[in-house]
Structure formats: C-alpha cells, structure tokens
C-alpha cells in the first residue's frame, strides 16, 4: 500500500555563473535552509537523495560520495539519481520512492551543480553525451540537438521565432522577482531577435546560462506532514519515462517521452483533465521553445499550440495558467540538476501561498514540475496539491 | 519566500575576480584516452561505409529497417534478421547553422548540421551528419540530398567516410 507523501520544506542558494561555494558547501546552505523552513534539524532526517548531472563538469567522479558530508547523509541511507537534465525533478521523486514505500518518514532531496569548473566552457562537457562512434566524430555540441528540435517544431507546426521568443521575454521578466535569479531582466521579442545566432536558429536570448547553485525539498510521511505543518504540499503523482539515444530516429516536433511520464504522474494523482485541473506549471525551459514543447507534451496544449496560449498571455503570472512563475531557467539560471529543483521549490511556494511577488493571481491549488534531459529522451513529472 | 528565510546564501565571484586571481584554484588537465569496440552492429556498418555503402538492419516482426544498425529491435525486443543495403542518398529532416564548435568557441565558417533521414530506411530513420556544396539560405527540410563521400583510399571505416550530404543534382 503506497502512503502519501508529502513536501514539508524547501532551501535554495543564489544561483549564478561561478559561486565561490563548493559543492559541498552549497549542498549545505540549500539544505539547512529546507530544514530550517521546516523547523526541522539533522537528526529528524532518516535518508538522503542527492541529484547531480554528469561528473564531467566538476571533473570528480563519484559526486554522490564527495558532496554527501555537505548533504547531512553521512551514516544515512543515500542514493544518488541521475537522468540527465532531468535529474532535478527525478530527485524528488527518488525521495518520493523513500518515503511512499513506508522505508521511511522523513527524506532530505537535494540537488547540487557547479558547471563553472570546466573550461573553456561547460559545453564542452555535453559532447561526450553524444554516440561515441557515430556522433562525436562530426564535431557536436550540445546546442546541434536543440537547434534542429527547435528548427523541426517550428516546421511541423508553421510557428515563427518572434512567438517563440516570447518564451524568453516572459520568464527573463519573471526571474526579476527571484531572489535567486542569474538572469532577470526586462527585454523584449526584438531583442532576442537581435541577439547572436548561435546555432540558428537558437540564439543567444534563446538559450539559458550555465550555472552554479543548489535546491533542496523536505519529504515526509503523511503522518509526520500534519505533526510539521497546517500547510503540507502533497507530492501526489510522479512519472518518469525515457526514450532510446536514437534521437535521430524520432519524431523532434514531440516529446512523447514527456507525454508518457504526463500520463504516468497524472493517472496517480486522479488528474483526468490536466488543463482544467492544473493550476500552475514549471515545465523545463533550458531554451524558450523547449517550454512550448513541454506544454504540448505535458497536454497542457495541443499539439503546435502553446506558442498562440502564450501570445494569448494564458501562461502569465495572471493568466490561467500561469508557465515558469520563477522565471524558469531562462531567467533563474540553469544549474542542471538544481534548476529541475528550483521548479520543484517554486511549486511549493507557489502552492502555500509564499511566493511573494512572483505569486500567481489565481488561487493555485493543484501545480505540476517537469524536466527534460539526455539526448531527446528523458522526461520526469511531479504533479502537487495544496 | 518561506516566511521563515530571509536570506539567501551564495558568494558569487566575478569574472574580474578570477582575472585578478583573487581567489585560489586549482587547475588541472585530465587527459584520457579511451579505443572503444564499435560494436557488433556499428562495426559492420563502419566496414561497409568504408566500401562506400550504408547498411541496415531488418526485423522481420515489425518490418522496420533500421539506421543506425542494431542487432536487436528496442520495440519487438529480439534479435533483428537481416542486413540491407540502404541508399547513400535521403532527405533532411531537420537542420542548424552552427557557429560554434564543441567548446562553445565561434568558428570562422559554420557547420552545416542536419538530421539526414536515408532513403530505403523505415520512414524517419535519420542520422545526424553535415551538408556541404550548397548556401545556408538554400537549406530546406524536405530537401533531397545525397552523400559526398571520402575518396576509396582515405576511407578510415568512419562516420566521416561521408564528408557531408549535398543536394541531390548539384
């Protein structure tokens, strides 16, 4: 018998191109900050779960055993999960596994990643995720697979990049009132029109930064929930599927991935009409366009319509649904693994009403995070109530 | 946010900082090399791109023809039944004008980059490769190309055996 989990608690540090931080030590500021908000310490933890995307980017290998001091699991049952960019989101869920299974009452997720060590640039790292025989030859980097996604959705579907670069405007726009916040500003669709074609037709207001930072949550039973708080978010439905690596053989206008990991996580929480019943959604947004392919695979729009609930401002903080109300991490910054907790974190705010001015107009009940990563392939969903 | 934070913890250092060396860190180069198998599949695949051809696999119970090659089909989940021999030629699926390289650093002359699906494969089996002989603002997805390969004596059994994909007739 699966037992409810609830999150009673959530930290997060700045998150910005190069943090003077170890791992370790903003491991611990995200974390001591989800116990202090929770009015919990230490001891009241029973196991960890870490999230960390590849270890080529700090270039220590066993990251789960080196940051875990920093994490407050040293004699605790601790995992470390990975899938890519969307190990953010899949980290929960790893404490989700903890804690429904009846393993558990209390489980500390945290999500820690410094890209900041590898030069000349993090990018660099990405070309080893490619096919070592057929791929990296041809001289990859990462922004090829997102660049020609990006170009065949635009295909499919007749959308243009000035819709698209809405995307960047909003979230930049939201991330102004994120403390945490590496990016938040004010432009507008002709700026990212304007701005460098990197792999076009990504540009450079297309894509998000690299990152340092961390974010934690608190898990706990349902019974140590309502002990903790009047106001536990409910982690209610999880899903998480992943394709092949033969990215070339998919269809790039749809992640069904995404859509199958939707379905999982909705079929859980009961959610029989996800766009009626969703209130607020954090879907993955290292690229603007990335966030319209979510919404469609998330069946929070059809299919090559999110750019047109956009222009409609459906997906503003005081739209319908309201999109990546932190500023997503076109705007937050996008520390890979911690990025996909960032969304979790803002969910949880957004849900008990603690989101200051970033708080969405309508009153939010039920909200979903989602992330993305590998090539193509991965997609992880929490779905959560108030 | 929590009513119970007020501040967030985090130094960030500046790109002057580290300029200035201001703070201290260390530097270090780690240079692996690694020889990898291709492969069952991939090792034929590389053979016959050295004798200028491009092969698949079939399964028998889904029908579909595979490229890249594989020894079992990931959807019947069983071992695949034959090799065929596809055509050098396909259509562009998708494709990117990059201007930076692998290490994010500008290039001087961008890649022509683009997910080629090859004829005589199952509807959608691309792989990713570049194009060449043709102006970036004449690319289009549907546009038939075909393969411009390495001369016999240079072939290296390599994905690079094809220098990139041209348009069909020019």
């Known amino acids: 018998m699966r037992r409810r989990v609830a999150i009673v608690g959530a930290g997060i540090t700045l998150f910005r191109r190069r943090m003077l931080e170890s791992p370790k030590e903003l491991s611990f500021e995200a974390s001591k900050m989800a116990l202090d908000s929770a009015g919990l310490t230490l001891k009241d933890i029973q196991s960890v779960v870490s999230g960390s995307a590849p270890d080529a980017f700090d270039g220590v290998h066993m990251k789960g055993e080196y940051y875990l001091d920093g994490m407050g699991a040293i004699g605790k049952p601790h995992e470390r999960v990975y899938v890519g960019g969307g190990t953010g989101v899949f980290t929960p869920i790893g404490g989700w596994w903890n804690v429904a299974s009846g393993l558990y009452d209390t489980c500390l997720c945290v999500a820690e990643e410094k890209m900041s060590p590898l030069h000349p640039h993090p990018q660099y790292a990405f070309w080893s995720i490619f096919d070592q025989i057929l791929e990296r030859p041809l001289g990859t980097t990462l922004l090829w697979i997102f660049s020609l996604e990006m170009r065949r959705y635009m295909h499919k579907y007749g959308i243009k990049e000035e819709e698209i670069a809405e995307v960047a405007v909003k979230n930049k726009g939201n991330a102004v009132d994120h403390p945490s916040a590496q990016l938040g500003a004010k432009i507008t669709v002709d700026d990212v029109m304007r701005s460098e074609p990197i792999c076009e037709p990504v540009k450079r207001l297309d894509v998000s930064p690299p990152s340092d930072g961390a974010a934690a949550v608190i898990l706990a039973s349902e019974k140590v929930a309502k002990k903790l708080t009047d106001q536990p978010v409910w982690l209610d439905g999880v899903g998480w599927t992943l394709d092949s690596t033969h990215w070339t053989n998919r269809d790039l206008a749809y992640p069904e991935y995404v859509e199958k990991a939707a379905k999982m996580a909705y079929k859980m929480a009961g959610v029989k009409n996800p766009r009626k019943e969703i209130d607020v959604a954090e879907p993955y947004d290292p690229f603007d366009y990335k966030e319209l392919h979510h919404l469609e695979g998330l069946q929070l729009a059809g299919k090559g319509e999110a750019p047109q609930m956009t222009l409609d401002g459906v997906t503003q903080r005081d739209g319908d649904l309201p999109v990546c109300p932190s500023g997503g991490l076109l705007g937050v910054g996008n520390p890979i693994a911690a990025a996909g907790m960032m969304k979790i974190c803002e969910i949880f705010w957004q849900l008990r009403g603690e989101a200051g001015k970033r708080q969405v107009k309508k009153d939010a009940r039920t909200g979903l995070a989602q992330a993305w990563g590998d090539l193509m392939q991965v997609g992880t969903v929490t779905v959560m109530r108030s | ?170």
């Open chain 2, 1 to 170: 946010m929590s009513r119970k934070i007020t501040r967030y913890q985090g130094r960030e250092i500046t790109l002057d900082e580290v300029r200035e060396g201001k703070y201290l860190d260390i530097v270090y180069k780690f240079e692996p090399k690694y020889s990898w198998a291709a492969g069952v599949a991939i090792s034929r695949f590389l053979t016959e791109l050295k004798d200028g051809k491009i092969v698949a696999r079939k399964c028998y119970k889904c029908e579909r023809i595979l490229v890249p090659p594989r020894m079992y089909c990931e959807q019947c989940y069983r071992p695949t039944d034959e090799w065929i021999q596809v055509k050098d030629t396909g259509t562009v699926n998708t494709f990117s004008i990059s201007h930076v390289g692998t290490d994010a650093r500008r290039l001087k002359t961008p890649i022509l980059v683009a997910v080629v699906d090859i004829e005589g494969a199952s509807p959608g089996m691309g792989i990713l490769h570049k194009l060449g002989e043709v102006e970036p603002s004449k690319i289009s997805i549907g546009m038939k190309v075909q393969a411009v390969w390495k001369r016999p004596e240079e072939r290296q059994g390599a994905i690079t055996d094809i220098l990139y994909f041209k348009p069909v007739g020019s």
